[in-house]
């Protein structure tokens, strides 16, 4: 029966004794499985810009060989376009703007994770200044719809990175940086304050044995204590 029972209260201080090494994780090791999480990815909204970057790229491809396949075979558009490139008639030039937007930007915020908006400044501000004085001195309005809508869409697309990195990215980020900060500065603050004082602070001395025996005896023999006051 003993064996029975001291084993059982093993068992209880074993499993006391694991749930409090669970549940006792300090806060520092938290911290740093987040900053080792911060490190190893990126955040979900600046995935999001690089996929949408890199649609731009894909879909201006797309449009530029329906183009090159609509007017003849490819590879005579290539020749046409490539090696005899001409400023006024070419999308040749859309194309490598695409691809300048799509290297700069995946170079600034995809591998060097930049948290500045200089380098969509940049590409939008080349991108609209090279479309306008395209469309304003090429004659690309007379080679029918294409002339509009290659121009067009890259116009667009490039306002739009700029639009999500300005105000999903950018944002989003510095507030989870903050939030990161506030952690930082409540881990390094006291955990807890000074606690309450305790019950056992504040006691009176108990009475000596004597004196509560003496007492009982004056309250069953009231003579007694009568004789005692007398003298």
Known sequence: MDSRCSSSADSRLTARGGGYSINSTPISTRMESFEAGEKKCISDVRRTFCLFVTFDLLFITLLWIIELNRNG????????????????????DIFVLAVFRFAVLILAYAV??????????????????????????????????????????????????????????????????SRYQSIVEAERAPLMGPGPLSDGQFYSPPESVADSDEELDDKHDPEKGLIQQVT
Request: charged share 15%; net charge negative; hydrophobic share 55%.
């Open 73 to 92: 075979g490819i590879q005579s558009q290539l020749e046409k376009e490539v090696l005899h490139y001409d400023y006024h008639a070419s999308f040749f």
């Open 112 to 177: 060097c994770r930049l948290r500045h908006w200089w380098a969509i400044a940049i590409t939008t501000a080349v991108s609209c200044a090279f479309l306008i004085v395209k469309v304003i001195l090429s004659k690309l309005l007379s080679q029918g719809a294409f002339g509009y809508l290659l121009p067009i869409i890259s116009f667009v697309l490039a306002w739009i990175e700029t639009w999500l990195l300005d105000f999903k990215v950018l944002p989003q980020e510095a507030e989870e940086l």
